[in-house]
């Protein structure tokens, strides 16, 4: 069997990270399958390095009629189209005319392109649960993001918290590193039984390393540079608790549901974290979202203190 599964337009880590589940789900339903991803970006190949897919299609500068003609000719026996914004890619495989064909968007004009169609409406949740509700729908399961889990073997469960001080889109959505330093001192005094902290620190985040110390009240502390996927999952899954800004790697930790505390920037005056945090938010038990004051618009507005209780109370339950 061969199946293309057109991905969102989205080169960003954190929106890969995002498809991730949709893949393994797919593959547990469709275990010989051949997946061929259909994207703009080379970024994509991300899903060839966890083995999620067998091939990536860029077809950034094809246009309608190749779209059309590629896709007859490839003799796909499923396509899924997870790129609901697209008219053209909609279009394109309505008229390519393939065996079975999968696709959602808000557009109800869109259900004549497809065997089957989900309406779904954007920012009415997590951005992974929306990919999984089309292939939930098609083959009648109910997938969640945890699915990732099954990249890695079993990990063995170990006293530590992590910390995210990324954020690749820019200042507004990094809480300071001074800030991160006390939090990660006062949450080891008051639990000296830590067996580590752990910091992941991103291309944009190399020049901390010279600040963190070695170790933080006797607490052992583990730097992990630009760490892959499967050592993001075994850092989440050993993970007693996480705080993170909202960067990339912070999806692999809400996916796998790590107890959690979340910092928003604010990007401007105009433009609040709320509504990013329709779609790149999920919430769970042991979930916190953190905003700033709204007087100061600025994440670094976010108290010490405030992290600090609600970390130690996340700890105590």
């Keep these: 069997m061969k199946i293309a599964v057109f991905v969102p337009s989205r080169p960003h880590f954190g929106n890969i990270l995002t498809q991730l589940p949709f893949f393994c789900a797919l593959k547990a339903e469709y275990p010989e399958a051949k997946i061929e991803v259909w994207s703009k970006f080379e970024q994509s190949k991300l899903l060839l390095a966890v083995d999620a897919v067998t091939s990536i299609i860029n077809y950034k500068k094809f246009s309608f009629i190749h779209l059309v003609k590629e896709l007859k ?20 495989i309505k008229f390519a005319n393939v065996r079975q064909s999968f696709g959602h968007s808000s557009n109800n004009l869109h259900k004549f392109c497809y065997h089957k169609y989900l309406h779904i ?41 992590t910390l995210l001080p990324g954020g690749g889109a820019g200042e507004y ?17 008051e639990h000296p039984n830590l067996t580590a902290i752990n910091w992941v620190l991103g ?44 960067c990339g790697p912070t999806h692999i930790f809400q ?40 007087e100061d618009k600025c994440i670094n507005s976010i108290s010490v203190d405030k992290v600090c209780s609600l970390a130690l109370a996340q700890l105590k339950r």
């Excluded at 790590?258 to 974290?273: A, E, F, N, R, Y």
């Design 73 to 92: 000719k490839q003799k796909y026996d499923v396509v899924y189209n997870l790129y609901s914004g697209s008219d053209k890619v909609h279009a394109a």
């Design 203 to 246: 291309p944009d985040e190399k020049h901390y390393e010279g600040i963190i110390p070695t170790k933080i009240v006797n607490v052992p502390v583990k730097l992990h540079h630009s760490p892959n996927v499967y050592e993001l999952i075994d850092l989440a899954l050993s993970s007693k608790l996480s705080i993170a800004n909202d």
């Design 255 to 294: 996916m796998l549901t790590v107890p959690l505390i979340t910092l928003w920037g604010w990007k401007d005056k105009k433009v609040s974290p709320y509504s990013t945090m329709r779609e790149w938010f999920y919430s769970y038990e042991n979930s916190w979202a953190i905003t700033p004051n709204e």
């Design 121 to 161: 409406n954007k920012g009415v949740q997590y951005i992974a649960n929306s990919h999984l509700a089309l292939l939930n729908t098609v083959k009648d399961c109910s997938y969640k993001p945890s699915i990732i889990s099954t990249l890695v073997q079993s990990t063995t469960h170990r006293n530590e918290i």
């Design 173 to 189: 959505k990094r809480w300071s590193l001074e800030h991160y330093l006390v939090t990660a001192e006062r949450i080891a005094i």
